[in-house]
Protein backbone atom coordinates (compact mmCIF):
# COMPACT_ATOMS: atom_id res chain seq x y z
CA UNK A 1 0.00 0.00 0.00
CA UNK A 2 1.28 3.29 -0.84
CA UNK A 3 1.69 5.81 1.74
CA UNK A 4 0.22 9.55 1.32
CA UNK A 5 3.28 12.12 1.64
CA UNK A 6 4.01 12.97 5.24
CA UNK A 7 5.61 15.81 7.00
CA UNK A 8 8.16 15.07 9.52
CA UNK A 9 9.12 17.48 12.56
CA UNK A 10 10.44 17.46 16.45
CA UNK A 11 7.96 18.69 18.61
CA UNK A 12 8.91 18.94 22.73
CA UNK A 13 11.30 16.48 21.92
CA UNK A 14 9.51 14.36 20.54
CA UNK A 15 9.26 12.95 16.66
CA UNK A 16 5.95 14.13 15.06
CA UNK A 17 4.46 13.65 11.84
CA UNK A 18 1.13 14.45 9.59
CA UNK A 19 -0.45 13.90 6.07
CA UNK A 20 0.93 16.35 3.50
CA UNK A 21 -0.87 18.34 1.35
CA UNK A 22 0.39 20.35 -1.37
CA UNK A 23 -2.36 21.79 -4.64
CA UNK A 24 1.15 22.29 -6.30
CA UNK A 25 2.39 18.92 -6.09
CA UNK A 26 5.19 20.04 -3.93
CA UNK A 27 7.37 17.34 -1.60
CA UNK A 28 7.14 18.16 2.20
CA UNK A 29 10.18 20.64 3.38
CA UNK A 30 12.89 18.26 4.90
CA UNK A 31 13.64 20.63 7.48
CA UNK A 32 11.16 22.27 9.64
CA UNK A 33 10.65 24.14 12.63
CA UNK A 34 7.80 25.95 14.83
CA UNK A 35 6.89 29.30 14.32
CA UNK A 36 4.64 31.51 15.88
CA UNK A 37 3.59 35.02 17.25
CA UNK A 38 7.66 36.27 18.26
CA UNK A 39 9.46 34.71 15.14
CA UNK A 40 10.35 38.50 13.55
CA UNK A 41 9.31 38.31 9.32
CA UNK A 42 13.11 38.91 8.39
CA UNK A 43 14.23 35.26 10.39
CA UNK A 44 11.09 34.02 8.46
CA UNK A 45 11.77 35.02 5.27
CA UNK A 46 15.58 33.84 5.43
CA UNK A 47 14.32 30.71 6.62
CA UNK A 48 12.17 30.05 3.96
CA UNK A 49 14.56 30.92 1.52
CA UNK A 50 16.75 28.17 2.57
CA UNK A 51 13.71 25.54 2.18
CA UNK A 52 12.87 25.09 5.50
CA UNK A 53 9.73 24.82 6.32
CA UNK A 54 7.54 27.25 9.79
CA UNK A 55 5.00 25.28 10.95
CA UNK A 56 2.92 27.75 12.47
CA UNK A 57 1.76 27.17 16.18
CA UNK A 58 0.64 30.89 17.11
CA UNK A 59 -2.04 33.01 16.15
CA UNK A 60 -3.74 32.45 13.18
CA UNK A 61 -3.92 36.45 12.15
CA UNK A 62 -0.38 36.81 12.47
CA UNK A 63 -0.03 34.03 10.28
CA UNK A 64 -1.55 35.97 7.86
CA UNK A 65 0.60 38.75 8.78
CA UNK A 66 4.03 37.35 8.99
CA UNK A 67 2.88 35.73 4.47
CA UNK A 68 2.55 39.54 3.98
CA UNK A 69 5.46 40.86 5.07
CA UNK A 70 7.36 38.22 3.65
CA UNK A 71 5.48 38.93 0.22
CA UNK A 72 6.74 42.59 0.50
CA UNK A 73 10.32 41.58 0.81
CA UNK A 74 10.44 38.96 -1.89
CA UNK A 75 8.30 41.98 -4.09
CA UNK A 76 10.96 44.90 -2.75
CA UNK A 77 14.60 44.57 -4.12
CA UNK A 78 17.55 44.83 -1.73
CA UNK A 79 18.69 48.15 -1.13
CA UNK A 80 22.06 47.38 -2.97
CA UNK A 81 20.48 45.23 -5.83
CA UNK A 82 18.17 48.46 -6.48
CA UNK A 83 21.24 50.78 -6.23
CA UNK A 84 23.32 48.87 -8.72
CA UNK A 85 20.19 48.31 -11.04
CA UNK A 86 19.72 52.44 -10.79
CA UNK A 87 23.40 52.88 -12.09
CA UNK A 88 22.94 50.20 -15.31
CA UNK A 89 22.34 51.07 -18.32
CA UNK A 90 18.66 49.69 -19.54
CA UNK A 91 18.84 46.90 -21.88
CA UNK A 92 15.85 45.89 -23.70
CA UNK A 93 14.41 42.56 -23.07
CA UNK A 94 13.21 40.10 -25.58
CA UNK A 95 9.33 39.58 -24.80
CA UNK A 96 10.45 35.62 -24.61
CA UNK A 97 13.21 36.63 -21.95
CA UNK A 98 10.69 38.74 -19.78
CA UNK A 99 8.21 35.74 -19.87
CA UNK A 100 10.70 33.13 -18.83
CA UNK A 101 12.19 35.70 -15.98
CA UNK A 102 8.74 36.08 -14.82
CA UNK A 103 7.84 32.86 -14.82
CA UNK A 104 10.95 31.79 -12.73
CA UNK A 105 10.34 35.42 -10.42
CA UNK A 106 6.84 33.47 -9.53
CA UNK A 107 8.27 29.96 -9.10
CA UNK A 108 10.30 31.67 -6.40
CA UNK A 109 7.40 33.50 -4.96
CA UNK A 110 5.70 30.46 -4.61
CA UNK A 111 8.54 28.26 -3.04
CA UNK A 112 9.23 30.85 -0.46
CA UNK A 113 5.89 31.47 0.64
CA UNK A 114 4.53 28.23 0.26
CA UNK A 115 6.95 27.40 3.80
CA UNK A 116 4.37 28.95 5.87
CA UNK A 117 2.93 25.40 6.79
CA UNK A 118 -0.93 25.18 8.68
CA UNK A 119 -1.49 22.29 10.66
CA UNK A 120 -5.26 20.45 10.12
CA UNK A 121 -7.15 18.15 12.16
CA UNK A 122 -8.42 15.12 11.11
CA UNK A 123 -12.14 16.85 10.61
CA UNK A 124 -10.46 19.54 8.61
CA UNK A 125 -10.35 22.24 11.39
CA UNK A 126 -7.26 24.37 12.31
CA UNK A 127 -5.87 24.18 15.54
CA UNK A 128 -4.64 27.68 16.56
CA UNK A 129 -5.92 30.73 17.91
CA UNK A 130 -8.81 32.83 16.39
CA UNK A 131 -8.51 30.10 13.02
CA UNK A 132 -11.34 30.55 10.69
CA UNK A 133 -13.42 27.89 10.19
CA UNK A 134 -12.53 26.46 6.70
CA UNK A 135 -13.81 22.96 6.77
CA UNK A 136 -16.28 23.66 3.96
CA UNK A 137 -13.27 24.93 1.78
CA UNK A 138 -11.28 21.97 2.31
CA UNK A 139 -13.88 19.75 1.60
CA UNK A 140 -15.12 21.28 -1.38
CA UNK A 141 -11.10 21.21 -2.10
CA UNK A 142 -9.64 18.06 -0.93
CA UNK A 143 -12.74 16.14 -0.72
CA UNK A 144 -15.13 14.62 1.91
CA UNK A 145 -13.04 13.85 5.15
CA UNK A 146 -12.41 10.16 4.71
CA UNK A 147 -9.00 7.76 6.24
CA UNK A 148 -5.72 8.25 4.57
CA UNK A 149 -3.13 5.89 5.07
CA UNK A 150 0.20 7.64 6.22
CA UNK A 151 2.49 6.84 9.45
CA UNK A 152 0.32 8.42 11.96
CA UNK A 153 -2.99 7.20 11.59
CA UNK A 154 -4.58 9.90 12.92
CA UNK A 155 -5.75 11.43 10.14
CA UNK A 156 -3.92 15.14 10.84
CA UNK A 157 -2.29 16.99 7.79
CA UNK A 158 -0.68 20.15 6.86
CA UNK A 159 -1.01 22.45 3.66
CA UNK A 160 0.47 25.50 3.36
CA UNK A 161 -1.07 28.86 4.50
CA UNK A 162 -1.11 30.02 0.86
CA UNK A 163 -3.28 26.60 -0.12
CA UNK A 164 -5.42 27.67 2.72
CA UNK A 165 -5.82 31.21 1.20
CA UNK A 166 -6.88 29.87 -2.07
CA UNK A 167 -8.96 27.47 -0.86
CA UNK A 168 -11.23 29.96 0.88
CA UNK A 169 -11.00 32.32 -1.93
CA UNK A 170 -12.52 29.47 -4.25
CA UNK A 171 -15.20 28.89 -1.33
CA UNK A 172 -16.07 32.52 -1.35
CA UNK A 173 -16.13 32.44 -5.10
CA UNK A 174 -17.95 29.48 -5.15
CA UNK A 175 -20.35 30.82 -3.05
CA UNK A 176 -21.28 34.49 -5.20
CA UNK A 177 -20.50 32.97 -8.25
CA UNK A 178 -19.19 34.48 -11.72
CA UNK A 179 -22.56 36.56 -13.70
CA UNK A 180 -22.39 35.92 -17.24
CA UNK A 181 -24.20 38.29 -19.82
CA UNK A 182 -24.06 35.69 -22.88
CA UNK A 183 -26.37 33.47 -20.15
CA UNK A 184 -29.51 36.20 -19.55
CA UNK A 185 -30.88 38.39 -17.16
CA UNK A 186 -29.83 37.33 -13.32
CA UNK A 187 -30.07 35.81 -11.08
CA UNK A 188 -29.76 32.71 -13.43
CA UNK A 189 -26.52 33.86 -15.14
CA UNK A 190 -24.03 32.88 -12.35
CA UNK A 191 -21.30 30.42 -12.94
CA UNK A 192 -20.12 29.03 -9.91
CA UNK A 193 -16.37 27.91 -10.29
CA UNK A 194 -14.96 24.94 -7.98
CA UNK A 195 -11.38 25.00 -6.57
CA UNK A 196 -8.97 24.28 -8.90
CA UNK A 197 -11.38 25.23 -12.36
CA UNK A 198 -10.42 28.17 -14.28
CA UNK A 199 -12.63 30.66 -13.42
CA UNK A 200 -14.24 32.55 -16.83
CA UNK A 201 -13.65 36.13 -15.22
CA UNK A 202 -12.37 37.04 -19.13
CA UNK A 203 -15.62 37.39 -20.84
CA UNK A 204 -14.10 38.10 -24.64
CA UNK A 205 -14.00 34.80 -25.31
CA UNK A 206 -17.25 33.70 -24.22
CA UNK A 207 -19.07 36.92 -26.08
CA UNK A 208 -17.01 35.67 -28.99
CA UNK A 209 -18.93 31.85 -28.82
CA UNK A 210 -22.19 33.64 -27.84
CA UNK A 211 -22.26 36.26 -30.98
CA UNK A 212 -20.28 33.84 -33.47
CA UNK A 213 -22.67 32.97 -36.55
CA UNK A 214 -24.00 29.31 -36.48
CA UNK A 215 -22.69 27.50 -39.80
CA UNK A 216 -24.87 28.47 -42.89
CA UNK A 217 -26.00 24.97 -43.47
CA UNK A 218 -27.21 24.62 -40.07
CA UNK A 219 -28.89 28.28 -39.78
CA UNK A 220 -30.73 27.18 -42.79
CA UNK A 221 -32.35 24.14 -41.19
CA UNK A 222 -32.73 25.69 -38.09
CA UNK A 223 -35.52 22.59 -37.37
CA UNK A 224 -33.22 19.85 -37.67
CA UNK A 225 -31.51 18.57 -34.55
CA UNK A 226 -28.34 20.58 -34.20
CA UNK A 227 -25.44 18.52 -32.25
CA UNK A 228 -22.44 20.27 -30.52
CA UNK A 229 -19.05 19.07 -29.11
CA UNK A 230 -17.84 21.63 -26.05
CA UNK A 231 -13.61 19.64 -26.06
CA UNK A 232 -12.43 20.65 -22.45
CA UNK A 233 -15.64 22.00 -21.05
CA UNK A 234 -13.98 23.14 -17.68
CA UNK A 235 -16.80 25.17 -15.35
CA UNK A 236 -18.77 24.16 -18.28
CA UNK A 237 -20.32 27.73 -19.55
CA UNK A 238 -19.53 27.27 -23.20
CA UNK A 239 -22.12 24.33 -23.30
CA UNK A 240 -24.47 26.52 -21.96
CA UNK A 241 -23.83 29.52 -23.97
CA UNK A 242 -24.46 27.10 -26.69
CA UNK A 243 -27.56 25.70 -25.20
CA UNK A 244 -29.12 29.04 -24.69
CA UNK A 245 -27.98 29.41 -28.49
CA UNK A 246 -30.39 26.84 -29.66
CA UNK A 247 -28.31 23.65 -29.92
CA UNK A 248 -30.04 20.83 -29.59
CA UNK A 249 -27.77 18.54 -27.79
CA UNK A 250 -23.79 19.54 -26.52
CA UNK A 251 -21.28 16.91 -25.58
CA UNK A 252 -19.40 18.65 -23.15
CA UNK A 253 -15.95 16.64 -22.66
CA UNK A 254 -13.24 17.07 -19.78
CA UNK A 255 -10.35 14.98 -17.85
CA UNK A 256 -10.14 16.61 -14.68
CA UNK A 257 -12.47 15.29 -12.03
CA UNK A 258 -13.07 18.86 -10.47
CA UNK A 259 -14.20 19.80 -13.43
CA UNK A 260 -16.16 17.40 -14.45
CA UNK A 261 -18.35 17.94 -11.28
CA UNK A 262 -18.32 21.67 -11.42
CA UNK A 263 -19.59 21.17 -15.04
CA UNK A 264 -22.54 18.96 -13.74
CA UNK A 265 -22.92 21.13 -10.90
CA UNK A 266 -23.24 25.03 -13.01
CA UNK A 267 -25.54 23.20 -15.70
CA UNK A 268 -27.56 21.49 -13.55
CA UNK A 269 -28.49 24.63 -11.64
CA UNK A 270 -28.81 26.77 -14.75
CA UNK A 271 -31.50 24.24 -15.63
CA UNK A 272 -29.54 23.06 -19.39
CA UNK A 273 -28.05 19.70 -17.87
CA UNK A 274 -30.88 18.12 -20.13
CA UNK A 275 -29.37 18.80 -23.45
CA UNK A 276 -25.74 18.48 -22.33
CA UNK A 277 -23.97 15.16 -21.53
CA UNK A 278 -20.54 15.43 -19.77
CA UNK A 279 -18.68 12.74 -20.48
CA UNK A 280 -15.12 12.23 -19.21
CA UNK A 281 -13.01 12.00 -22.53
CA UNK A 282 -9.35 12.84 -23.50
CA UNK A 283 -10.52 15.80 -26.56
CA UNK A 284 -13.14 14.13 -28.27
CA UNK A 285 -16.23 12.17 -27.66
CA UNK A 286 -17.25 9.50 -30.53
CA UNK A 287 -19.25 10.74 -33.02
CA UNK A 288 -19.28 14.08 -35.60
CA UNK A 289 -20.78 17.07 -34.40
CA UNK A 290 -22.14 19.87 -36.56
CA UNK A 291 -20.19 21.90 -34.56
CA UNK A 292 -17.22 21.54 -32.40
CA UNK A 293 -16.13 24.30 -29.64
CA UNK A 294 -12.54 24.44 -28.37
CA UNK A 295 -11.03 27.35 -25.94
CA UNK A 296 -7.17 25.12 -25.27
CA UNK A 297 -4.71 27.05 -23.35
CA UNK A 298 -3.28 29.65 -24.71
CA UNK A 299 0.40 29.75 -23.41
CA UNK A 300 2.70 26.70 -25.06
CA UNK A 301 4.75 26.31 -21.68
CA UNK A 302 4.77 23.78 -18.80
CA UNK A 303 2.38 24.23 -15.59
CA UNK A 304 3.72 24.35 -12.27
CA UNK A 305 0.84 23.04 -10.32
CA UNK A 306 -2.75 21.67 -11.59
CA UNK A 307 -4.60 24.84 -12.10
CA UNK A 308 -2.20 26.52 -14.24
CA UNK A 309 -3.26 23.49 -16.96
CA UNK A 310 -5.96 25.85 -17.58
CA UNK A 311 -3.27 28.47 -18.81
CA UNK A 312 -0.39 26.30 -19.54
CA UNK A 313 -0.31 23.58 -22.57
CA UNK A 314 2.85 22.04 -23.08
CA UNK A 315 4.03 21.44 -26.51
CA UNK A 316 0.73 22.71 -27.64
CA UNK A 317 -0.58 19.51 -26.88
CA UNK A 318 -4.53 20.25 -26.49
CA UNK A 319 -4.25 23.12 -29.31
CA UNK A 320 -2.43 20.67 -31.75
CA UNK A 321 -4.63 17.66 -30.59
CA UNK A 322 -8.01 19.30 -31.03
CA UNK A 323 -7.14 20.49 -34.85
CA UNK A 324 -5.47 17.25 -35.73
CA UNK A 325 -8.74 15.21 -34.76
CA UNK A 326 -11.53 17.88 -36.06
CA UNK A 327 -11.50 16.75 -39.53
CA UNK A 328 -13.49 13.34 -38.55
CA UNK A 329 -15.37 14.73 -35.90
CA UNK A 330 -17.25 17.89 -37.86
CA UNK A 331 -20.01 16.23 -39.80
CA UNK A 332 -20.49 17.48 -43.27
CA UNK A 333 -21.19 21.48 -43.50
CA UNK A 334 -20.13 21.61 -40.13
CA UNK A 335 -17.81 24.02 -38.52
CA UNK A 336 -14.94 23.81 -35.70
CA UNK A 337 -14.64 26.76 -33.67
CA UNK A 338 -10.91 27.33 -32.04
CA UNK A 339 -11.05 30.48 -29.28
CA UNK A 340 -7.37 31.55 -29.10
CA UNK A 341 -5.53 34.32 -27.79
CA UNK A 342 -2.51 35.35 -29.76
CA UNK A 343 -0.78 36.55 -26.31
CA UNK A 344 1.36 33.37 -26.80
CA UNK A 345 2.85 35.54 -30.04
CA UNK A 346 3.13 38.72 -28.64
CA UNK A 347 5.73 36.33 -25.97
CA UNK A 348 7.19 34.88 -28.84
CA UNK A 349 6.49 31.60 -27.63
CA UNK A 350 4.66 30.85 -30.86
CA UNK A 351 4.58 32.48 -34.12
CA UNK A 352 1.30 33.09 -36.34
CA UNK A 353 2.55 31.41 -39.35
CA UNK A 354 2.95 28.00 -36.85
CA UNK A 355 -0.28 28.63 -36.18
CA UNK A 356 -1.90 28.75 -39.76
CA UNK A 357 0.45 25.55 -40.77
CA UNK A 358 -0.96 23.86 -38.00
CA UNK A 359 -4.46 24.23 -39.30
CA UNK A 360 -3.26 23.43 -42.75
CA UNK A 361 -1.30 20.05 -42.19
CA UNK A 362 -4.52 19.19 -40.19
CA UNK A 363 -6.58 18.79 -43.41
CA UNK A 364 -8.68 22.27 -42.44
CA UNK A 365 -9.24 25.44 -43.58
CA UNK A 366 -10.16 28.76 -42.12
CA UNK A 367 -13.24 30.19 -42.81
CA UNK A 368 -13.26 33.18 -41.03
CA UNK A 369 -12.51 34.95 -37.81
CA UNK A 370 -13.83 36.92 -35.25
CA UNK A 371 -11.67 39.37 -33.03
CA UNK A 372 -11.89 40.74 -29.65
CA UNK A 373 -9.76 43.02 -27.01
CA UNK A 374 -9.18 41.86 -23.49
CA UNK A 375 -10.17 44.29 -20.70
CA UNK A 376 -9.56 42.79 -17.84
CA UNK A 377 -7.50 44.57 -15.30
CA UNK A 378 -3.65 43.67 -16.27
CA UNK A 379 -4.38 45.02 -19.78
CA UNK A 380 -3.76 48.93 -17.93
CA UNK A 381 -0.94 47.44 -15.70
CA UNK A 382 1.99 49.35 -16.63
CA UNK A 383 4.11 47.71 -13.45
CA UNK A 384 3.52 44.51 -15.01
CA UNK A 385 6.99 43.05 -16.58
CA UNK A 386 4.24 41.79 -19.59
CA UNK A 387 2.15 44.89 -19.81
CA UNK A 388 3.66 45.70 -23.83
CA UNK A 389 2.19 41.61 -24.49
CA UNK A 390 -1.06 42.00 -22.30
CA UNK A 391 -1.84 45.55 -24.25
CA UNK A 392 -1.34 44.39 -27.95
CA UNK A 393 -3.27 41.01 -26.97
CA UNK A 394 -6.22 39.87 -29.12
CA UNK A 395 -8.62 36.95 -28.62
CA UNK A 396 -10.25 35.19 -31.47
CA UNK A 397 -12.63 33.09 -32.54
CA UNK A 398 -11.20 30.44 -35.64
CA UNK A 399 -13.74 29.10 -37.64
CA UNK A 400 -12.78 26.13 -39.13
CA UNK A 401 -14.05 23.68 -41.85
CA UNK A 402 -12.55 20.93 -43.47
CA UNK A 403 -10.47 21.59 -46.86
CA UNK A 404 -11.97 20.89 -49.72
CA UNK A 405 -9.03 18.42 -51.63
Not at 103 to 115: C, K
Not at 266 to 272: E, M, S
Not at 375 to 389: C, E, N, Q, R
Request: aromatic content about 6%; proline content about 7%; some cysteine.
Amino acid sequence: MTLAPTLHWTESGQPCSALWRSERGATPPKRVVLADDTMTADAAYHLACEGTGLLWRGDFHNARQLLQAMARRIDKPPARKARKSAGAPVVAKAPIDLFNQHRQAQAQRARVLGMVLIPFNADYSIPLRRAPDAKAACTEAWGRVRALTDDTGDGSSVSTLRDLMGMISAHEWRKKGVEIAALGEPPHNRIHPHYGVFSPVRGEYIDLVATAPLPAKLAAHATAPLVAFDIGTGTGVLSAVLVRRGITRVVATELDSRALACAMANLKQLGVLEQVNVVRADLFPEGRASLVVCNPPWLPARPSSPIEHAVYDEGSRMLLGFLAGLATHLAPGGEGWLILSDFAEHLGLRTRAELLAAIEQAGLTVLGRMDAKPVHGKVADTSDPLHAARAAETTSLWRLGVAVP
